[in-house]
């Protein structure tokens, strides 16, 4: 899964000035293998009566980790108001857990599997508007994530003096991997208990405040810990080891925020420096650009893990080795991406993108990685300079494929190409550039943070508030970027002894303002169509124009 970025062979270089240089290849001539999606992918990806029927409020998951045995025995309590009237709802958990039983004031009701999905029946009709719960039993041996976090499931591993260290990761496969829940992005619940027994002498990290640790009788030790907030199901985490704690505070736009660290007690010392060192620069960044940080009630946490990271909500998963630079890589190439840790500033961004705004079908995981990759250069920007940002912004290009669209198909659970890290990035500095006006730019950020503060969105929210916010016609970019796989071309041509200008798009009735200068001069804006028209620059010929190639990402023809 793209849950983060691979990095990419620097020959991806070549094969990219192929591509930005050669003329657009029609949609006539392009044979598109069409994907196929399984009756599962469509119950675990659409929103069904079934599953629209009823809204979560609450849930209180209470499970036990056998680690010896990699397995789980537990419970979750559903809370719920019901949208409508209804006999029958879907909740969701992997095949391979077994549901033991279904408790509805205090009867077992009945249920049927189809793939993932449970069915259950009640007893008489809920009516709409009314509150009510029932319980998951459930059990078995979860799936176990071969190379997390890119692929879901829990981790089992043991730390540098053999002890047990376990973690989940189950962005993009879902959280019903591991336990039962309605596992779809657009119904988040309103807050939440999460309780986790572990063997006596480990500890449990979860998401929001701890609560209460209590020593159960059979040799294990439960850890309650309360999410005040609205979260995703895949930010649901459970962080299992010999972590040890120090903490600090964060004098921010909402006043103090804690900030609490759970490491190894072998890392303790290469942590306080390198967590100090980056998380206050990234909140103070963060602030400035988007907003207050989404969950002071829950406040903001780092926890170490034995895979590499993710955006778990207010207890961000950190395993990059407390390293500069994603495991001491710099993305970019441009030498900026080694002056602070990756996995820090990228997971913590999350929490503005992904976190508070999410999108209500993994289609729309751009929305969540597109900003945050962007955030990456606002990080630069804010302790660097515009220009260092910028440059590393440009540098994310070489991570570009061009392979599929950036958003995904519908209603099955699949989201789109990895692109929508370093295009996505790339796109939002081309908007910025448009807009050509940096205080707008970042009232439009903030604006996003407010506007759909703890709230799921669709393309259309995110896309028509920067259209409307800005006062440019950027429908047609954000549609070629995000939709198309191909970027757009940017034609100059001779016609009458003028020179002229066109775009070559996919998207229908494509425009997009583009720099372009006399060599030597001013960048100025003209807006082409995809009409051949006069480009209106003075002494303008096609030896001597120059496109702002720094700030857009596109292909250029000139005949």
């Known amino acids: 899964m793209n849950h983060l970025p691979l990095p990419k062979l620097h020959y991806q270089i070549m094969l990219l ?9 029609t949609k006539a001539q392009l044979i598109e293998p ?3 999606f399984t009756h599962a992918d469509t119950l675990r990806g659409s929103l069904t009566p079934l599953r629209t029927c009823y809204d979560i409020n609450y849930y209180h998951l209470d499970v036990k ?55 259950v029946t009640f007893p008489k009709t809920i009516t709409k508007g009314s509150k009510d719960e029932f319980m998951v039993y459930y059990s078995g041996h979860p799936t176990i994530a071969k190379n997390a976090p890119w692929d879901g499931g829990l981790v089992f591993k043991k730390d540098s003096l053999g002890k047990p260290w376990v973690a989940t990761a189950c962005e993009g496969v879902g959280a019903s991997i591991w336990w039962p829940n309605k596992d779809h992005l657009s119904d988040e619940v309103d807050s939440m208990m999460i309780s986790i ?42 962080n299992i080891g010999d972590y040890v704690h120090f903490g600090d505070t964060y004098m ?24 100090t060192a980056n998380v206050k620069p990234m909140l103070k960044a963060f602030e400035h650009w988007f907003g207050p ?54 997971e913590s961004g999350h929490e503005w993108f992904g976190n508070n705004i999410t999108g209500k079908d993994l289609a729309d995981m751009w929305i969540h990685e597109s900003f945050t990759c962007y955030s990456e250069s606002l990080f630069i920007e804010d302790n660097w300079g515009k220009k260092a940002g910028q440059e590393y912004n440009k540098g994310l290009r070489t991570g570009i494929s061009n392979d599929s669209p950036i958003v995904g198909v519908y209603n099955v659970n699949k989201e789109g190409s990895g692109d929508m890290y370093p295009k996505g990035a790339v796109l939002l500095n081309m908007v910025r550039t ?20 703890h709230q799921t969105v669709t393309y259309d929210q995110v896309v028509n508030y920067i259209n409307d916010q800005s006062g440019k016609n950027l429908l047609p970019v954000f549609d070629q970027y995000l939709h198309y796989k191909n970027l757009p071309i940017l034609e100059f041509g001779v016609r009458e002894g003028k020179l002229v200008s066109r775009w070559i798009a996919d998207a229908k009735d494509f425009t997009m303002p ?45 005949d």
């Open 65 to 119: 980790v056998n680690i010896d045995e990699k397995a789980l025995s537990g419970s979750n309590q559903f809370k719920f108001t019901a949208t409508q009237d209804f006999t029958k709802l879907q909740f969701d958990l992997f095949a391979n857990l077994n549901v033991d039983k279904v408790v509805y004031k205090g009867k077992t009701l009945p249920y049927t599997r189809d793939a993932n999905a449970v069915f």
């Open 197 to 238: 027994s572990v063997p006596k002498g480990l500890k449990d990290v979860s998401n929001g405040r701890l609560r209460k640790v209590t020593p159960l009788k059979d040799g294990y030790t439960r850890f309650d810990w309360f999410v005040a907030n609205p979260i995703n199901n895949y930010d649901v985490a459970a």
């Open 17 to 25: 000035l192929a591509v930005i240089f050669l003329p657009a290849i």
């Open 434 to 453: 448009i807009i050509n006006d940096d205080e707008k730019w970042r009232t439009i950020l903030r604006g996003l943070g407010s506007t759909f503060y």
């Open 514 to 558: 583009v720099l372009v200068r006399v060599k030597g001069g001013e960048y100025k804006f003209i807006t082409p169509t995809t009409r051949f028209t006069p480009v209106e620059v003075e002494g303008a010929t096609k030896d001597n124009i120059e496109v702002d190639t720094f700030n857009y990402y596109i292909g250029l023809l000139i």
């Open 293 to 346: 940080y989404p969950f002071y009630e829950d406040g903001y946490k780092l926890v170490e893990t034995p895979h590499l990271g993710m955006e778990h909500q207010s207890a961000t998963a950190y395993g990059n080795h407390f390293l500069n630079g994603y495991l001491g890589y710099d993305m970019s190439g441009t030498g900026w991406g080694t002056k602070w840790d990756y996995i820090i500033v990228h």
């Open 252 to 275: 921010g736009e909402k006043g103090k925020l804690t900030m609490d660290y759970w490491v190894l007690p072998a890392s303790l010392e290469k942590a306080k420096k390198q967590f």
């Open 34 to 36: 069409k994907e196929t």
